[in-house]
């Protein structure tokens, strides 16, 4: 190796300190596509979660009576709600065949956005990583709602306001659109793990956390979602199929199945920590033998496992 | 406190147990906002009930036209997307935060180019009002605030713009003479009072309104509203006040009045009074989003002029 005269020398520094305070504005490349782990709450995000299951949820009354109310016939009855599609909270955790791509601009090199395609109703989502602000109260809202990330050392963490009215939990705990959503993005070698945090002012009482994984899939093909609505249910125009308050019959069905005392499937923020535990040890007597959704980390495992 | 509330409402506005808006804000506090919709169509949001302003080679044409204390801080806003002359106003209902401004506008619009005054479009009920006695011995609507260019049948329609303006009455809603005006080319619709995103639905009972025409009314919106792929976009809704909406928010909206009102209506079956309804929280999984303990429409009142429709209807 010849050795560098001085020119040399400065211009490879300066390279050098280039190539070093690129990472800067992009410390993590989570390009790719990713395949989502279904071994934390496989049978709520999967085939769907239990009625009445409100546990782990710091939801207040309000969103307590939604969920005793909630008829699940709405979403076939309603045509509107059969395209609807996650928000961008729920998208996280539902069908979450995720394709991720950077957006640069060409002649600074900065990284502009971060682009997401989801394979669920073939949600697209852009996370603005240049600064700009997010829109008056006044704007739309949408389902994905407007993003804007951040970089904390490798880790991005994104906030999302403008979403749309929307579902914490399928089963008919409601998310509303004065949620604000925060994701903190993590990539460690092949595996993706994003923890989120919604703080929901008409709904929760608490923030609600959650985590969901990945892993690097190269070879995965996301197809097409597709989705046409249609009268399904003979019913007159303008129904909307709902519970009346106190004569929902399906409300204990969870805590049966389950052997839980009621109590602690109407969630709340109590019902989230440790000390919770000990207040019901006695009143929790588990089946003898699990029933349901014993192995359900799949779609096709828990569709199996639940019949 | 109602006598005290209602010298803060503007003269016209109604102060019985069926409200009204409240009270115009001081101009030089006041705050709108100009948004482009989609189309020749624009948004002023803010204080007052919201205006829809369309713009094009012909001039201007509003829906609605706010408190007449707003109109030249909102015609300032008006004339950076357009020099010509207002050619069209329609009045969607009678509540003062939506025609007060109809008198100055009718002047602050008069341009060289101008053929006489604006055209104001309005259901014939919202004329009846304006001319007849005012509630709660209000002073008279000066004439020059009327609607010059009333309508009684299903729906008028005119041309605007390169577009197609549709104008169709909603009987027995908010008010009686309740109109909402679609965009046919910009695709988007203005629908009044009728939707409210941001509170429970104002139903003005001695107007006319009635928990059911609101109800028709907001499947009458969804019977308009096409979203594109994915129940998102497509035709964007106006709505009386609030953001801007697509269809799936008045979704949310009339799912929310419907379900109430079928609890009401099961309430009033089983022979509750109205305290008993107003005690019994049956619209406690909505009130964190909708209502109101305070101010001009309180989730009460709400509540009282659902049972107070649906009671009426019985008899």
């Given at each position: 190796?010849?050795?560098?005269?001085?020119?040399?020398?400065?211009?490879?520094?300066?390279?050098?300190?280039?190539?070093?305070?690129?990472?800067?504005?992009?410390?993590?490349?989570?390009?790719g596509?990713?395949?989502?782990?279904?071994?934390?709450?496989?049978?709520?995000?999967?085939?769907?979660?239990?009625?009445?299951?409100?546990?782990?949820?710091?939801?207040?009354?309000a969103?307590?009576?939604a969920?005793d109310?909630?008829?699940?016939?709405?979403?076939?009855?309603?045509?509107?709600?059969?395209?609807r599609?996650?928000?961008?909270?729920?998208?996280?955790?539902?069908?979450?065949?995720?394709?991720?791509?950077?957006e640069?601009?060409?002649?600074?090199?900065?990284?502009?956005?971060?682009?997401?395609?989801?394979?669920?109703?073939?949600?697209?989502?852009?996370?603005?990583?240049?600064?700009?602000?997010?829109?008056?109260?006044?704007?739309?809202?949408?389902?994905?709602?407007?993003?804007?990330?951040?970089?904390?050392?490798?880790?991005?963490?994104?906030?999302?306001?403008?979403?749309k009215?929307?579902?914490?939990?399928?089963?008919?705990?409601?998310?509303?659109?004065?949620?604000?959503?925060?994701?903190?993005?993590?990539?460690?070698?092949?595996?993706?793990?994003?923890?989120?945090?919604?703080?929901?002012?008409?709904?929760?009482?608490?923030?609600?956390?959650r985590?969901?994984?990945?892993?690097?899939?190269?070879?995965?093909?996301?197809?097409?979602?597709?989705?046409?609505?249609?009268?399904?249910?003979?019913?007159?125009?303008?129904?909307?199929?709902?519970?009346?308050?106190?004569?929902?019959?399906?409300?204990?069905?969870?805590?049966?199945?389950?052997?839980?005392?009621?109590?602690?499937?109407?969630?709340?923020a109590?019902?989230?920590?440790?000390?919770?535990?000990?207040?019901?040890?006695?009143?929790?007597?588990?089946?003898d033998?699990?029933?349901?959704?014993?192995?359900?980390?799949?779609?096709?495992?828990?569709?199996?496992?639940?019949? | 406190?109602r006598?005290?509330a209602?010298?803060?409402?503007f003269?016209?506005?109604?102060?019985?147990?069926?409200?009204?808006?409240?009270?115009?804000?001081?101009?030089?506090?006041?705050?709108?906002?100009?948004?482009?919709?989609?189309?020749?169509?624009?948004?002023?949001?803010?204080?007052?009930?919201?205006?829809?302003?369309?713009?094009?080679?012909?001039?201007?044409?509003?829906?609605?036209?706010?408190?007449?204390?707003?109109?030249?801080?909102?015609?300032?806003?008006?004339?950076?997307?357009?020099?010509?002359?207002?050619?069209?106003?329609?009045?969607?209902?009678?509540?003062?935060?939506?025609?007060?401004?109809?008198?100055a506008?009718?002047?602050?619009?008069?341009?060289?180019?101008?053929?006489?005054?604006?055209?104001?479009?309005?259901?014939?009920?919202?004329?009846?009002?304006?001319?007849?006695?005012?509630?709660?011995?209000?002073?008279?609507?000066?004439?020059?605030e009327?609607?010059?260019?009333?309508?009684?049948?299903?729906?008028?329609?005119?041309?605007?713009?390169?577009?197609?303006?549709?104008?169709?009455?909603?009987?027995?809603?908010?008010?009686?003479?309740?109109?909402?005006?679609?965009?046919?080319?910009?695709?988007?619709?203005?629908?009044?009072?009728?939707?409210?995103?941001?509170?429970?639905?104002?139903?003005?009972?001695?107007?006319?309104?009635?928990?059911?025409?609101?109800?028709?009314g907001?499947?009458?919106?969804?019977?308009?509203?096409?979203?594109?792929?994915?129940?998102?976009?497509?035709?964007?809704?106006?709505?009386?006040?609030?953001?801007?909406?697509?269809?799936?928010?008045?979704?949310?909206y009339?799912?929310?009045?419907?379900i109430?009102?079928?609890?009401?209506?099961?309430?009033?079956?089983?022979?509750?009074?109205?305290?008993?309804?107003?005690?019994?929280?049956?619209?406690?999984?909505?009130d964190?989003?909708?209502g109101?303990?305070?101010?001009?429409?309180?989730?009460?009142?709400?509540?009282?002029?659902?049972?107070?429709?649906?009671?009426?209807?019985?008899?």
């Amino acid at each position: 190796m010849r050795n560098l005269r001085p020119c040399q020398s400065a211009g490879f520094s300066l390279l050098l300190a280039a190539l070093l305070a690129a990472p800067v504005l992009a410390q993590v490349d989570f390009t790719g596509e990713w395949s989502p782990l279904y071994h934390e709450d496989g049978p709520e995000r999967l085939p769907g979660p239990e009625l009445g299951d409100y546990t782990e949820l710091p939801i207040n009354p309000a969103a307590r009576m939604a969920g005793d109310t909630y008829d699940a016939d709405r979403i076939s009855v309603v045509t509107e709600y059969q395209c609807r599609p996650h928000g961008a909270d729920y998208s996280m955790r539902g069908l979450g065949n995720l394709r991720i791509w950077r957006e640069i601009d060409q002649t600074s090199q900065k990284l502009i956005a971060f682009h997401t395609h989801m394979l669920a109703w073939d949600s697209e989502r852009t996370i603005w990583m240049d600064g700009r602000p997010h829109p008056p109260d006044y704007a739309e809202h949408t389902w994905q709602g407007f993003s804007t990330g951040e970089w904390d050392g490798n880790m991005l963490t994104i906030t999302t306001t403008h979403l749309k009215t929307n579902y914490m939990r399928r089963n008919g705990i409601p998310r509303s659109d004065k949620a604000i959503f925060t994701e903190h993005w993590m990539r460690h070698a092949d595996y993706l793990t994003v923890v989120t945090v919604i703080d929901d002012p008409v709904y929760l009482t608490e923030p609600l956390v959650r985590s969901d994984n990945w892993s690097l899939d190269p070879g995965q093909n996301i197809g097409v979602f597709g989705c046409e609505y249609a009268h399904e249910v003979p019913k007159p125009e303008g129904t909307v199929p709902s519970h009346l308050p106190g004569k929902n019959p399906f409300l204990h069905e969870f805590a049966d199945w389950y052997g839980l005392p009621y109590e602690a499937t109407r969630g709340g923020a109590e019902t989230l920590y440790p000390e919770y535990q000990e207040k019901i040890k006695n009143e929790y007597h588990p089946p003898d033998h699990c029933t349901r959704y014993c192995k359900c980390t799949s779609l096709f495992d828990c569709m199996v496992d639940s019949k | 406190m109602r006598s005290l509330a209602c010298l803060m409402l503007f003269a016209g506005a109604i102060c019985g147990q069926q409200q009204g808006p409240p009270g115009p804000p001081d101009p030089a506090a006041a705050k709108l906002q100009m948004a482009h919709v989609q189309g020749n169509v624009y948004v002023l949001i803010g204080d007052g009930g919201n205006i829809s302003v369309q713009v094009g080679k012909d001039g201007i044409m509003l829906v609605d036209t706010g408190f007449a204390q707003l109109a030249p801080l909102a015609m300032a806003e008006i004339r950076k997307l357009s020099d010509g002359p207002i050619r069209w106003i329609v009045d969607t209902h009678v509540h003062t935060d939506h025609v007060g401004g109809n008198a100055a506008f009718s002047k602050l619009g008069m341009t060289r180019t101008s053929i006489g005054a604006p055209r104001i479009v309005a259901q014939s009920n919202v004329l009846n009002r304006m001319t007849g006695p005012q509630p709660d011995h209000q002073p008279k609507i000066p004439e020059a605030e009327w609607p010059n260019d009333e309508y009684f049948s299903p729906f008028k329609d005119f041309f605007m713009n390169g577009e197609a303006i549709k104008v169709y009455h909603i009987p027995n809603a908010h008010t009686d003479g309740d109109s909402i005006v679609y965009f046919r080319r910009s695709d988007v619709l203005a629908t009044g009072d009728i939707f409210t995103p941001d509170h429970y639905p104002i139903i003005d009972l001695e107007r006319g309104g009635s928990v059911q025409g609101l109800i028709a009314g907001l499947n009458r919106i969804l019977e308009i509203t096409v979203p594109t792929k994915y129940e998102e976009g497509g035709t964007l809704v106006i709505p009386g006040h609030g953001r801007l909406c697509d269809e799936a928010d008045v979704v949310e909206y009339r799912n929310m009045v419907t379900i109430i009102r079928d609890r009401i209506q099961d309430a009033i079956h089983r022979g509750l009074t109205l305290a008993q309804v107003q005690e019994a929280g049956l619209t406690t999984d909505y009130d964190t989003q909708y209502g109101a303990t305070t101010g001009f429409w309180t989730t009460s009142q709400f509540v009282e002029a659902v049972y107070q429709s649906l009671s009426e209807k019985k008899k």
